[in-house]
């Protein structure tokens, strides 16, 4: 009863995440922002992995500067890495720990490059390629390894450690550099 009981509040938690989410996509950002900072207070800095990784994860996406940005992906990747499988599978089965890593590094080198920092953004890509397998065959699985290709290629063409560009920090044609977030 107990372990049901504990699984249901983890559940209303991933709920409310969602529901910020969904805040978020919908063009409130700022709100957005809010409402994860009062979730990640509620959580705690020793609270359940999944939840802190999914708080600092998209609420990476609500930051204005690429500095604050770059310190939620981080708490992201600190948080995805202490989980385990075990703790996923109450939550969906067909999840697995290690397809978290792909997009982590993925935002992680997404945050260099806007910070001017080459070498730390090739080594996280690094890192996102060398995960890529874990990704299934589906939209967001593609989705992520055409973003993967898309900073590949513009970081080849890019010097090491070379000043971020002006303007906003989105790719060719205007989509962003980071991949796609999973929906909620």
């Not at 020793?46 to 940005?69: F, I, N, S």
């Not at 080594?123 to 992520?144: E, K, Q, W």
């Not at 970081?155 to 000043?163: C, G, H």
Request: net charge negative; charged share 30%; glycine share 12%.
């Amino acid at each position: 009863m107990a372990e049901r009981q504990g699984q249901a509040a983890r559940d209303a938690v991933m709920g409310r995440i969602g529901q910020v989410v969904m805040l978020h996509h919908g063009g409130d950002r700022e709100e957005a922002r809010d409402r994860f900072l009062g979730l990640w207070a509620e959580i705690g800095e020793d609270g359940d992995p999944l939840h802190r990784c999914t708080v600092a994860h998209y609420m990476a996406d609500t930051q204005d500067d690429p500095t604050d940005e770059l310190a939620w992906d981080l708490r992201a990747l600190s948080a995805a890495e202490e989980l385990s499988d075990e703790r996923l599978a109450g939550d969906d089965g067909a999840l697995a720990v290690r397809a978290f890593f792909p997009s982590l590094h993925l935002n992680l080198a997404a945050d260099y490059v806007k910070l001017g920092r080459s070498e730390a953004a090739r080594s996280h890509l690094s890192r996102a390629r060398g995960t890529a397998d874990s990704l299934g065959d589906d939209g967001y699985g593609d989705g992520i390894r055409t973003a993967i290709a898309r900073l590949e290629r513009r970081l080849a063409e890019t010097p090491m450690n070379s000043p971020p560009e002006p303007g906003p920090p989105e790719g060719p044609g205007g989509e962003t550099l980071g991949p796609p977030r999973r929906r909620s």
